[in-house]
Nanobody, 122 residues
Framework: QVQLVESGGGLVQAGGSLRLSCAASGRAFSSYAMGWFRQAPGKEREFVAAIGYSGRSTNVANSVTGRFTISRDNAKNTVYLQMNSLKPEDTAVYYC???????????????WGQGTQVTVSS
């Protein structure tokens, strides 16, 4: 069993930055890949970024490439999403997720957090 708790969301003006954190507990953090997804009102949950077990491999959605960076600290059991140059269209609930099957861009992850709201004003 893995428990995931996101934090760091909030209200920010367009062009601003936020860093989301996801703290994990339960099974060994370094044994699973991590991902970030987001869901805006009335839309499906979409992939944002993923990172492999060690942190050496990452994948970022085209829509956020160059603006968002995913990283992890296995010593702290935490994964981060650094979001820069935020746009109003980035407004969504952001979820972190854990996968024992490796990095994936689909929602086929094993565990999910409750989400944290990010709102970008224009």
């Amino acid at each position: 069993q893995v428990q995931l708790v996101e934090s760091g969301g909030g209200l920010v003006q367009a062009g601003g930055s936020l860093r989301l954190s996801c703290a994990a507990s339960g099974r060994a953090f370094s044994s699973y890949a991590m991902g970030w997804f987001r869901q805006a009102p009335g839309k499906e949950r979409e992939f944002v970024a993923a990172i492999g077990y060690s942190g050496r491999s990452t994948n970022v959605a085209n829509s956020v490439t160059g603006r968002f960076t995913i990283s992890r600290d296995n010593a702290k059991n935490t994964v981060y999403l650094q979001m820069n140059s935020l746009k109003p269209e980035d407004t969504a609930v952001y979820y972190c997720a854990a996968s024992f099957g490796g990095m994936a861009t689909t929602t086929q992850y094993d565990y999910w957090g409750q989400g944290t709201q990010v709102t970008v004003s224009s």
